[in-house]
């Protein structure tokens, strides 16, 4: 099911690429590891435009991330990046006040 989705490695790849060196540099090695295999499965719909979060899992509807969930905040250059992680497995980045990302074509 979410094998349709695309590689954010194929639309942002700037994004992942500072993702991998800002986990690697928190020694966080298996988070940058499914860093580079995150799929964007749905965008953050809150409309705020300093908003360009994303998920990368499914979430269960309306429910909270339970146990396990942890977040992890990174330090970007700009603005923020936060992970939620839930057993080893990153769910969502959050990204606020970023510059504008722009979508890479998709591979067909
Ligand atoms: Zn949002």
Do not use: K
Not at 55 to 71: D, E, I, L, M, V
Not at 74 to 89: A, I, K, N, T
């Amino acid at each position: 099911m979410e094998q349709e989705c695309p590689l954010v490695r194929d639309l942002f790849p700037d994004l992942v690429a500072e993702l991998i060196t800002l986990l690697e540099d928190e020694g966080a090695r298996e988070l940058a590891i499914c860093a580079w295999d995150l799929r964007l499965v749905d965008e953050c719909h809150c409309g705020d435009d300093f908003c360009q979060s994303f998920r990368t899992a499914a979430h269960p509807q309306g429910q909270p991330y339970g146990a396990g969930h942890r977040c992890v905040p990174l330090l970007p250059s700009r603005g923020m990046l936060c992970l939620d992680v839930v057993d080893g497995r990153i769910m969502y980045v959050e990204v606020l006040d970023r510059p504008p990302m722009h979508r890479h074509s998709e591979r067909p």
